[in-house]
């Protein structure tokens, strides 16, 4: 059996990345730190968090008595996640970048720089992931493949930003935080005297905008294209826009003029046209097929698609949003999803992440959606000719009353309750 002695870990400054140095710090393994830069331009207080973060990993390091080392990650961030996603905004599609990052850089360049540069035997990261080799590879078996595995704490589960990694890291990747709850790595920061990177405040959202509204990001980089807000239901323009790259489905339009709140339904690239729908809960805004590029499968293609089956297993597009049961298909194109519940915005270049008996299987990046609850509830409502009796099979109206056909809420919000 491959012995593991030398871990590298990827240290942000942050408290899972501490907590996962010190539990490997404590079992005895040789550890040491890599802080990825990743941006380096200030903000619109001119300030760059990689400064403040980086500060924190080293005293986290200097806590732990390990050696940190500053590796410089701009130019392949650079290149291989912001450049593709001002791509997919300017097609009027919205890119994940977290999940690019982590198959781009953290996960290709860090790997590659702590195994070349740093002699590791593996990397370790803060992750609330798990692996079918164990949290410190312990049931390493390179000629089985590695699978990834839902965390313990499934709130804070992470596989989805994972969905994209390849098999080469994740052999060598350890996920110390996988059978601990968030609770439990905070406590064990604070009775280890890291309390202040335990109070610290997690990050949110895309660590480079800031504090900016998006728009105001966004526009630094692709140039205003001003177009028209349509409404969906009478095809009347409602109020302009500066540009289809700006807005993302679901999104509130807050279109000034209009008392009533309106929501990005649709984007035409070709005629630069937003289609807006009045209300949160448009039927406009749902779907329950979704439509995707080729999957990429973490371990191996499922056997029902491998014999041409239907898989049964779960979906989700959103880190915060609940696993949803689905069906699969595959095509020579990509994948064909229909879950069992109306899904809320399911927008292009977001990913289609599945997972099956606490496994995630794969991902792959959503290119469309199905008919709208909108559109096949205005068929039926109509009583259009030539259309298709399976149309029934999927068109239940939302009311009120109904909303078990929806699935909107976030995991914690469902907590909370």
């Not at 996960?107 to 992750?127: C, P, W």
């Not at 039927?283 to 239907?310: A, C, Q």
């Not at 880190?319 to 095509?331: I, N």
Request: charged fraction near 25%; glycine fraction near 6%.
């Amino acid at each position: 059996m491959l012995k593991f002695k030398k871990v590298v870990v990827g240290v942000s400054g942050g408290v899972d990345s501490a907590v996962a140095a010190l539990i490997l710090k404590h079992k005895g393994y040789d550890v040491q730190g890599v802080f990825m830069q990743n941006w380096d331009i200030a903000d619109e207080k001119g300030v760059c968090s990689a400064d403040a973060d980086y500060k924190d990993a080293a005293l986290v390091c200097g806590k732990l008595n390990i050696k940190l080392t500053h590796v410089n990650f701009v130019k392949h961030y650079w290149n291989e996640v912001f450049c593709e996603l001002v791509r997919e905004y300017e097609s009027g599609c919205t890119p994940n970048p977290d999940i690019l990052c982590n198959r781009n850089v953290k996960f290709r360049y860090f790997y590659k720089y702590a195994v070349e540069k740093l002699g590791a035997d593996a990397i370790a990261t803060g992750h609330y992931a798990r692996s079918s080799f164990g949290p410190f590879l312990e049931n390493y078996d390179e000629k089985s493949g590695v699978r990834l595995y839902l965390a313990r704490d499934w709130i804070k589960d992470q596989t989805f930003f994972l969905c994209q990694v390849r098999q080469k890291a994740l052999q060598r990747t350890m996920f110390p935080l996988g059978d601990l709850m968030k609770s439990e790595v905070k406590r064990i920061a604070t009775v280890n005297g890291l309390e202040k990177i335990a109070k610290k405040k997690e990050s949110m959202g895309i660590c480079f905008i800031g504090n900016r509204k998006f728009q105001d990001f966004i526009k630094e980089y692709i140039e205003d294209k001003p177009g028209d807000f349509v409404d969906v239901d009478d095809n009347k323009i409602v109020g302009q826009h500066n540009g289809i790259h700006q807005w993302t489905l679901g999104q509130r339009a807050r279109i000034h003029s209009l008392e009533k709140p309106y929501f990005t339904a649709k984007k035409d690239v070709e005629t630069n046209t937003i289609y807006v729908a009045k209300g949160t809960k448009h039927p406009f805004l749902y779907t329950n097929l979704i439509f995707t590029s080729k999957p990429y499968w973490i371990h191996s293609k499922p056997k029902d698609l491998e014999n041409g089956d239907i898989l049964d297993c779960d979906f989700k597009f959103q880190h915060t949003k609940h696993w949803v049961p689905c069906k699969v298909c595959q095509t020579d194109k990509g994948l064909v999803i229909k879950v069992n519940k109306y899904k809320r915005a399911v927008t292009p270049g977001q990913y289609a992440v599945l997972a099956k008996n606490g496994e995630c299987l794969g991902s792959a990046k959503i290119t469309n959606s199905g008919p709208s609850h909108f559109t096949l509830y205005y068929l039926q409502d109509k009583k259009i000719n030539n259309v298709p009796s399976i149309v029934d099979k999927y068109v239940t109206k939302i009311t009120e009353e109904e909303d078990y056909l929806t699935d909107n809420e976030d995991v914690k919000i469902c907590v909370n309750r």
